[in-house]
């Protein structure tokens, strides 16, 4: 059995790879250089992840890892910042080495790839559950808000909505998985379990938005959020919502409601003024990235504030998952 001391020694006390890391791990707390972060706000987000609320019992120890970085990542990319820094709070039931390892081990992957310093954390035994704080920075003035929105903006989303939440009604067997294609369960699986943060498409995006959140509770109830930050209302396309072929495999009926209130997409969910439309597209065109896939799916309007329509002007219900 490790110790604590030896958990973190082995598992968690990565060489920090930027200067901007003074002490990392082992003090009492980090010290952090920000003298080259000048002309820029610092970003702070945190997230607890539970098991049973946020994932299954059961889930890979290497999707946890990935799923804990991964959704505060995107709460960075949401505001537009670049990430720094990170700690991990993590309450575990016993030291299990091969579970620390995959953990450790995909956590440590998505901060590379995204080049992100753990800088310190937490310890302790309890029932499984990890809380991350992550850092990161945007230009002073320039973080992406829910509050920006403006009437006629046009309302878009990233990728592709409601294959995690099919993904885990299939886990749960909500839905029958031997009626979909292997490659359809296997895409809505790794939907649910490995979520990439938008990070590429946010620094873009960032240069013409005037609102933008990432979706993790469902399309409505996140719409929702920017409507009444920036009070105004919405009208929605609902042909428009884009579904992956997986998806699509239940039927467009079937799948919709996944997309509009299912959780855990983590797609980034953003209003354009109508004049910087065609520049973002653009963009978007020469940069040649298939996996920067935007759609259009409705307006923002001054009819109902706070409320969404559809385009008969009938109400839409905007209840998504609520954990009270
Ligand atoms: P203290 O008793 O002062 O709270 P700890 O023993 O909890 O100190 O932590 C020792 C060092 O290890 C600190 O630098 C802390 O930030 C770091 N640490 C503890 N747990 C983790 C973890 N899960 N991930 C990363 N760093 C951790
Ligand atoms: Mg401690």
């Known amino acids: 059995m490790n110790s604590e001391f030896d958990i973190i020694q ?6 920090p790879s930027s200067d901007s890391v003074a002490i990392g791990i082992g003090d009492d707390a980090a010290v952090l250089n920000l003298s080259h972060r000048q002309g820029q706000q610092l970003v702070i987000s945190v997230d607890t992840l539970i098991e049973g609320v946020h ?9 946890i890892g990935h799923k804990a970085l991964a959704v505060n990542l995107s709460d960075l990319a949401a505001m537009g910042a670049e990430p720094a820094w990170f700690t991990l709070a993590l309450s575990l039931p016993e030291s299990n080495q091969a579970w620390l390892n995959d953990f450790s081990a995909a956590l440590k992957q998505l901060a ?4 992100i310093q753990l800088i310190g954390g937490d310890t302790t035994r309890g029932d499984l559950s990890l809380t991350l704080q992550v850092m990161g920075f945007v230009e002073t003035g320039k973080a992406l808000l829910r509050s920006g929105a403006m009437v006629n903006d046009k309302i878009y989303v990233t990728g592709t909505l409601g294959d995690a939440a099919i993904g885990l009604a299939m886990l749960q067997n909500r839905l029958d998985a031997s009626s979909y294609t292997q490659k359809a369960r296997h895409f809505c699986q790794k939907a649910l379990n490995y979520p990439q943060p938008q990070h590429c498409i946010s620094q873009i995006i960032k240069h013409y938005a005037t609102a933008c959140l990432d979706i993790s509770d469902g399309l409505l109830q996140d719409l929702g959020h920017i409507l009444n930050a920036s009070k105004v209302g919405a009208q929605l396309d609902l042909s428009s919502i884009p579904l992956s072929k997986s998806a699509l495999e239940l039927g467009r009926n079937q799948a919709l409601p996944y997309a509009l209130s299912g959780g855990d997409d983590y797609q980034l969910l953003f209003t354009v003024g109508p004049e910087k439309e065609q520049q973002l597209q653009n963009v978007l065109k020469d940069n040649n990235n298939k996996d920067l896939k935007i759609s259009c799916i409705g307006k923002i309007d001054d009819k109902n504030e706070g409320k969404i329509t ?7 219900n905007t209840a998504g998952y609520q954990h009270f």
Do not use: R, S
């Not at 994932?55 to 999707?63: G, H, S």
């Not at 590379?112 to 080049?115: G, L, T, V």
């Open 112 to 115: 590379d790839q995204y080049n």
């Open 55 to 63: 994932f299954p019992k059961n889930t890979p120890a290497e999707a």
């Open 310 to 316: 559809d385009y008969l002007g009938h109400v839409i």
């Open 10 to 15: 082995q598992y968690f006390d990565w060489q």
